[in-house]
T-cell receptor, first 114, second 115 residues
């Protein structure tokens, strides 16, 4: 089946630093990937849609200069949290669309900003 | 516009008893519907999906769901709960044929299974 990986699975950083999270489709190509954010005991909130070879589309209220998305290849999208602050601490999950038009999710990345 | 409502934020059952997780949807068009499961600190795993074929959909781990257009429901069931079923379950809707568009998630139902 379609497998999506994320790296790292967890990261701790100091306030003011930047963190990059990778999302890879391992056995299929994905022209479109999505980035979600999940707070404890809450549902997933879509942050942005990542399109290979073009600019990402951000949801209302998501700062594009803070959450930089790059989709440089058909199997890799990256999310960079710039100048991270404690309020950015969250669980970040990516997904990619498989050949059956189903979204497959990565295992998530737990970000803690001190 | 589309939305999905999970009627119970928390469901507790005993091991071996049936599971029912309720989901109602709202969509201007015939939707595609999904159930995903999330174990603690893990990503989401697809349980099953409805895409306008058979209204009774069978998924993994013994789960199934029935699409009822007249009731705008897509409830998830399992005849006999197992301890490993304890997790968060999300009902999700999207427009068919538009897989490149994002999913709309319900608020989630936490399933607790008592021994």
């Amino acid at each position: 089946g379609a497998v999506v990986s994320q790296h790292p699975s967890w990261v701790i950083c100091k306030s003011g630093t930047s963190v990059k999270i990778e999302c890879r489709s391992l056995d299929f190509q994905a022209t479109t990937m999505f980035w979600y954010r999940q707070f404890p005991k809450q549902s997933l909130m879509l942050m942005a849609t990542s399109n290979e070879g073009s600019k990402a589309t951000y949801e209302q209220g998501v700062e594009k200069d803070k959450f930089l998305i790059n989709h440089a290849s058909l199997t890799l999208s990256t999310l960079t949290v710039t100048s991270a602050h404690p309020e950015d601490s969250s669980f970040y999950i990516c997904s990619a669309i498989g050949g059956d038009d189903t979204q497959y999710f990565g295992p998530g990345t737990r970000l803690t900003v001190l | 516009a589309q939305s999905v409502t999970q009627l119970d934020s928390h469901v507790s059952v005993s091991e071996g008893t049936p599971v029912l997780l309720r989901c109602n949807y709202s969509s201007s068009y015939s939707p595609s519907l999904f159930w995903y499961v999330q174990h603690p600190n893990k990503g989401l795993q697809l349980l099953l999906k409805y895409t306008s074929a058979a209204t009774l959909v069978k998924g993994i781990n013994g789960f199934e769901a029935e699409f009822k257009k007249s009731e705008t429901s897509f409830h998830l069931t399992k005849p006999s709960a197992h301890m490993s079923d304890a997790a968060e379950y999300f009902c999700v809707v999207t427009l068919p044929g538009t897989g490149r568009r994002a999913l709309t998630f319900g608020s989630g139902t936490r399933l607790q299974v008592q021994p």
